[in-house]
């Protein structure tokens, strides 16, 4: 099945319809490389002169997200990011709570164990959030880091 007929069979079973404006935040999202926010998505539709309501560009974003088509990174601080899942390569993040640079990393070990976990439990896992929150190696020399073991502001 293709991202745009999920997304369907998804509006579907809530009632929703696919309108001109849930149809082409899908298709730009699904074209994004990397990790982007809300306003990043807003400032790129407004470049090519076409306005997206806030309210319509925040809603159709958690439905892509409730939908599986979309992950959303929280951020410690700022706005969260996004990025599209749908037919891209597994990967998990590591968040800096300084500089809030995102780190992607890949590790067979901890998949295998999540997924071993899951069939102990008999739950079926569709899918996992896995963020790694702490300071990247740039924040950890410069030194403007609060000490080890202290929580963060
Ligand atoms: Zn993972
Ligand atoms: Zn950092
Ligand atoms: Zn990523």
Same mark, same amino acid.
């Given at each position: 099945? @293709?991202?745009?007929?999920?997304?369907?069979?998804? &509006?579907?079973?809530?009632?929703?319809?696919?309108?001109?404006?849930?149809?082409?935040? &899908? #298709?730009?999202? *699904?074209?994004? #490389?990397?990790?982007?926010?809300? @306003? @990043?998505?807003?400032?790129?539709?407004?470049? %090519?002169? %076409?306005?997206?309501?806030?309210? +319509? *560009?925040?809603? +159709?974003?958690?439905?892509?997200? #409730?939908?599986? &088509?979309?992950?959303?990174?929280?951020? =410690?601080?700022?706005?969260?990011?996004?990025?599209?899942?749908?037919?891209?390569?597994?990967?998990?993040?590591?968040?800096?709570?300084?500089?809030?640079?995102?780190? $992607?990393?890949?590790?067979?070990?901890?998949? %295998?164990?999540? $997924?071993?976990?899951?069939?102990?439990?008999?739950?079926?896992?569709? #899918?996992? +959030?896995?963020? &790694?929150?702490?300071?990247?190696?740039?924040?950890?020399?410069?030194?403007?880091?609060? =000490?080890?073991?202290?929580?963060?502001?």
């Amino acid at each position: 099945m @293709d991202a745009a007929s999920r997304f369907a069979r998804y &509006l579907t079973l809530n009632r929703l319809k696919m309108t001109r404006s849930r149809r082409a935040i &899908l #298709e730009e999202v *699904l074209a994004v #490389e990397g990790h982007f926010t809300a @306003d @990043d998505l807003r400032a790129h539709f407004r470049s %090519r002169g %076409r306005l997206v309501a806030p309210a +319509t *560009l925040y809603r +159709t974003l958690n439905r892509l997200v #409730e939908a599986g &088509l979309v992950h959303r990174l929280p951020m =410690a601080r700022g706005q969260a990011r996004y990025e599209p899942i749908f037919g891209r390569h597994h990967h998990d993040h590591m968040v800096c709570l300084v500089c809030g640079k995102i780190f $992607e990393f890949e590790s067979r070990e901890i998949e %295998r164990i999540q $997924e071993s976990v899951c069939r102990r439990k008999k739950f079926t896992l569709l #899918e996992h +959030t896995h963020q &790694l929150r702490g300071h990247c190696e740039n924040c950890s020399r410069n030194g403007n880091t609060p =000490a080890a073991g202290q929580a963060p502001r």
